[in-house]
């Protein structure tokens, strides 16, 4: 995703264009599935990382891959493993 950033005028196209594909949908699922599972709450700083990212062939399923770091840990990674 880019970091164009819609103005009111396109927010409707701009949400259907990113956010309402059946594989956003799936993943937003999934995150929240895992915050969930690790307890974290909404706005509490931290996210739920993949050890191995998805995008080198890590396991979004497999717990053992994920861990609680704080959000701005999580950016810096980026896709790197650890």
């Known amino acids: 995703m880019s970091d164009w950033k ?3 005028a396109d ?6 264009k990113y956010h309402s594909s059946p594989k956003a949908k799936k993943d937003r699922a999934a995150r929240n599935k895992a915050r969930k599972d690790h307890g974290l709450k909404v ?4 996210e739920v990382d993949h050890i191995k990212p998805l995008s080198k ?3 979004r399923t497999d717990k053992s891959n994920q861990r609680v770091v704080s959000r ?5 990674k980026k896709d790197k493993p650890i």
């Open 6 to 8: 819609p103005s009111k």
């Open 43 to 46: 706005g509490d700083g931290k």
């Open 11 to 16: 927010y409707k196209r701009y949400y259907k």
């Open 72 to 76: 701005t840990t999580n950016r810096k």
């Open 57 to 59: 062939g890590g396991s």
